[in-house]
């Protein structure tokens, strides 16, 4: 199915672990997100990429890394795991709008919840 | 800093009632605003809106923005247990990137 794809589904890192979570999308959308959400916090922005080969920090980027080597794949690093990145992941994806587009969009994966111990 | 506030924070209600949810916000060069709903993974579009005044509304759902006082309003009716969920509302300004700054939710739960 068309969307967006995001592994792992559930991940339980240790203290200090590396890890990387993946994004990839099959709609050809330039734009890509990398949300966290914590109870009663909604979606918070680590990263976004307008584009290839381009990435900008978002709200909350500290702790974080981001690659997005390809326009499909935009991917999200943890260097050293801290428990104050236990959270839900999302990525999102959405296509640049122009003028003549109506709707925006965004398209969600499933998300990755990740424990650090 | 976009800012994007919304209320309550939960919500019980029974099914048949109508409910309102509220999202009012803050942002330079405002594009849109955008409800979405989170069952038990991730959030799914439920509507997009650019102008004043013109409400959207899709089934049981509605929704309709004031853009000279910020803020915008989701109304189910008739309320059914499948509409237990939480509803996120965010706001996408101009420019590159369409970034979107997401609200703290509404957890909305329908007994039956």
């Known amino acids: 199915n068309a969307g967006v794809t995001q592994t792992p589904k559930f991940q339980v890192l240790k203290t200090g672990q590396s890890m990387t979570l993946q994004c990839a999308q099959d709609?050809?959308?330039?734009?890509m997100y990398w949300y966290r959400q914590d109870p009663g916090m909604g979606l918070r922005l680590i990263y976004y990429?307008?584009?290839?080969?381009?990435?900008d920090k978002g709200e909350v980027p500290n702790g974080y890394n981001v690659s997005r080597l390809n326009k499909r794949e935009f991917s999200l690093r943890l260097e050293s795991a801290a428990p104050s990145q236990t959270s839900v992941y999302f990525c999102?994806?959405?296509?640049?709008?122009?003028?003549?587009?109506?709707?925006?969009?965004?398209?969600f994966g499933q998300g990755t919840r990740l424990t650090v111990v | 800093e976009d800012k994007v506030v919304q209320s309550p924070l939960s919500l019980v209600v029974h099914e048949g009632d109508t409910v309102t949810l509220n999202c009012s916000y803050e942002?330079?060069?405002?594009?849109?605003l955008l409800w979405y709903k989170q069952e038990k993974k991730a959030p799914t579009f439920l509507f997009m809106l650019?102008?004043?005044?013109i409400e959207k509304k899709s089934g049981r759902l509605s929704s309709i923005l004031d853009k000279k006082e910020l803020f915008s309003i989701l109304n189910i009716t008739a309320t059914q247990t499948g509409d237990s969920a939480i509803y996120l509302c965010?706001?996408?300004?101009?420019?590159?990137?369409?970034?979107?700054?997401f609200g703290g939710g509404t957890r909305l739960m329908v007994k039956p």
């Open positions: 999102a994806s959405l296509l640049d709008r122009g003028a003549q587009t109506k709707n925006t969009e965004a398209f």
């Open positions: 709609m050809n959308h330039n734009s």
């Open positions: 990429s307008a584009s290839e080969g381009t990435t």
């Open positions: 942002v330079t060069n405002f594009r849109s």
């Open positions: 650019t102008s004043s005044g």
């Open positions: 965010a706001v996408e300004p101009q420019g590159a990137g369409n970034m979107l700054t």
